[in-house]
DNA sequence: ATTTATGCAAATCGTTTGCAAACCT
DNA sequence: AGGTTTGCAAACGATTTGCATAAAT
């Protein structure tokens, strides 16, 4: 799960961004790396107690910058951090939790993902917008809390 | 625009929920229906000084737990508000510009959305979650950060 | 040797809350 | 009167930052 690979992978994108990969940042990769949902900076240090919490802030930026890590905002207050789709080869959206706040990874369809992609591009042309990405998320309620 | 046909309706729906509609919250129903996009606290108290923050945040959340009143969760550090789609009959998702942090509304096509809620619904019961509603957002540049 | 990262503790800032006065009904 | 709402100022808490030390190159 957690390869030399992608610890190559993340190295090398942060060398693009002159950054250094250093044993926080991989340590915190190795967090990441280990799960199947995005997750907030206590769940994060509480899985590897050797992280600081102001470092781990730190490095969750640099991180993103280098585009190995994206933001997850979900409904709760806190922001939620995962391995960024670059790296993982998983186009996926999340289902969220209305009453527990929790995160999940999901797929869609593969034809309805192009279909988005396709109208959302015409969408946003319309208004003169320039389109990055689509955020999609599916808002309910998880199995513990139904 | 801000019609007294918008404040029954509000008014309505505060009272199923056992909550007054007061003249602050009135003004506040004022100020949000004056727009076409969501808008900070900091905005809806400087459009309308006669809002105090505090009460402005309680109000949000009673407006918000009666069902007039949606918040928006975009890219920055504030949230956003707008009157719910129920009062609004307009089904929209937003254009986030990753840039200055401002949000439209837009709509997209009807076969679109009926496709989403079609397959989304499948999506979500597959994973034994019970789907209340999606949230689709278009994060890019806006006319003016381009 | 010089630059960059780390981690503690303090600061920041959007949001929430305590409380006394004002408002409804 | 009896309960609710208001608005000021203080508290809260997730995130950010200053600074002295440690690590990386």
């Known amino acids: 799960m957690v390869s030399s690979e992608l610890h190559e992978r993340v ?16 340590q915190l990769v190795d967090v990441l790396g280990g799960t199947t949902f995005p997750l907030t900076i206590p769940e994060i240090t509480g899985r590897d107690q050797a992280l600081a919490q102001s470092s ?6 640099v991180l993103e910058r280098a585009g190995a890590v994206q933001k997850v905002v979900a409904t709760d207050e806190w922001y939620r951090y995962e391995l960024a789709e670059e790296l993982t080869d998983r ?18 369809p ?9 109208q ?27």
Chains 1, 2 share one sequence.
């Open 120 to 146: 959302l591009a015409e969408v946003a042309t319309a208004a003169g917008f320039q389109l990055e990405h689509h955020r999609l998320d599916l808002v309910g309620r998880c199995t513990s809390c139904a």
């Open 56 to 61: 781990t802030y730190r490095n969750l930026v």
């Open 11 to 26: 190295g090398e994108l942060l060398r693009l961004d002159g950054q250094r990969y250093t044993s926080a940042r991989r």
């Open 110 to 118: 593969a034809a309805l993902e192009r279909r988005l992609d396709e």
């Open 91 to 108: 186009h996926h959206h999340h289902l969220i939790c209305a009453a527990c706040g929790t995160v999940q990874d999901v797929e869609v």
